[in-house]
């Protein structure tokens, strides 16, 4: 480790570049279908204030016909993220494909080796001219718009992203999705009671009925991408078949600030001293049952064993003859989600 940390030159450009090489492609030794949490961490101004962060569900075995219907994947592809949004064109949720979502950019090759904010922004706006315009069309003056459509890609780039991965079958993708094409998607956002961690909970409860649950002790009752990875991790330690593993997708190396960890909603009055010494001074008996909240169902220790990206099967290479395979039995090239406009 110290040797690579001293490395310069282009000696350490390879090095760079094979680390990103691993994380994107290396993970194809199994075929198997998978569910995974990714649980992502805060940033910026907002992410200091609300220091729950984000959550969203990546299907390695779905993948994007368009932003809002799914189908299986074919020979090539790399699955969707898929995640609830709030005012990006109307919709409830957004499904976008695993690199795009992460680089903003459609290819493993062309994911830079670090970045700072001039670049992020770069990237973002070339994608988004290419296949987000629908979402997200340029101003009156021909501009890249502000808004929130800059989460579907490029996440990576802002912060790290945890994973928790649980094997799912093709009858899980396929009843998801038949359920997920047929239900309107009409956005109702709401960051109390109808946010991103309410719908990667009901996404896994769909594939593993009643796994997810509130805590109304560490929470108060709200739901947070934190309760939904203590949720899965204790799913998975009471399921031992489902196979469940953990993985990290590290922030991209740059000038760009570096995020910061999440917490729940009781863990970050209990981390913050200019919540929690002015609640001493007002209410500490009300004080007291926070850190008693927190200690007893607010933690979660990341594992320090968690692999980098290890996600199984990042490429597909099991679709079904038929679906997706080309001529001459070649894969077929992953290219992004067309989008379409709203329905």
Not at 280 to 301: C, F, H, Q, S
């Amino acid at each position: 480790m110290e040797s690579a940390s001293k490395a310069t030159g282009p000696g350490k450009n390879l090095l760079v570049r094979l680390v990103i090489v691993v994380v994107l492609l290396g993970m194809v030794s199994s075929a198997r279908a998978s569910v995974a949490l990714l649980m992502e961490e805060p940033y910026g101004d907002f992410g200091a204030f609300n220091p729950t962060g984000h959550a969203a569900v990546y299907l390695n075995h779905v993948c994007a016909e368009t932003a809002t219907q799914l189908r299986m994947c074919r020979n090539g592809e790399y699955g969707v993220v898929i995640s609830r949004y709030h005012k990006i064109n109307g919709y409830d949720w957004i499904a976008m494909p695993l690199i795009p979502y992460l680089y903003a950019v459609t290819s493993a090759d062309n994911v830079p080796l670090t970045v700072d904010k001039a670049k992020v922004a770069e990237l973002r706006d070339v994608y988004r001219r290419e296949y987000l315009t629908a979402l997200a069309p340029d101003t009156a003056t021909g501009e890249m718009p502000k808004g929130e459509w800059t989460q579907l890609v490029g996440a990576a780039y802002d912060r790290t992203i945890h994973g928790f991965e649980v094997e799912s079958t093709t009858e899980q993708d396929e009843r998801f999705i038949a359920y997920v094409n047929d239900k309107k998607n009409v956005g109702h956002f709401n960051l109390f009671f109808h946010n991103c961690a309410d719908f990667s909970r009901v996404v896994l409860d769909i594939y593993f009925p009643h796994a997810i649950h509130r805590s109304f002790v560490a929470d108060a009752g709200l739901m947070t991408p934190k309760q939904v990875a203590r949720s899965l991790v204790r799913y998975g330690r009471d399921h031992p078949e489902a196979k469940m593993s953990a993985f990290v997708i590290p922030q991209v190396p740059g000038s760009v600030s570096r995020s910061h960890g999440v917490d729940g909603v009781a863990e970050s009055l209990v981390k913050s001293k200019k919540y929690i010494i002015p609640l001493v001074v007002l209410n500490p008996e009300v004080t007291g049952g926070i850190v008693v909240a927190y200690l007893m169902d607010g933690r979660l220790k990341m594992p320090k064993d968690a692999r980098v990206f290890a996600v199984n099967d990042a490429e597909v290479t099991d679709a079904p003859v038929g679906v997706g395979t080309v001529p001459g039995g070649e894969r077929s090239v992953l290219s992004p989600t067309s989008v379409s406009a709203k329905n």
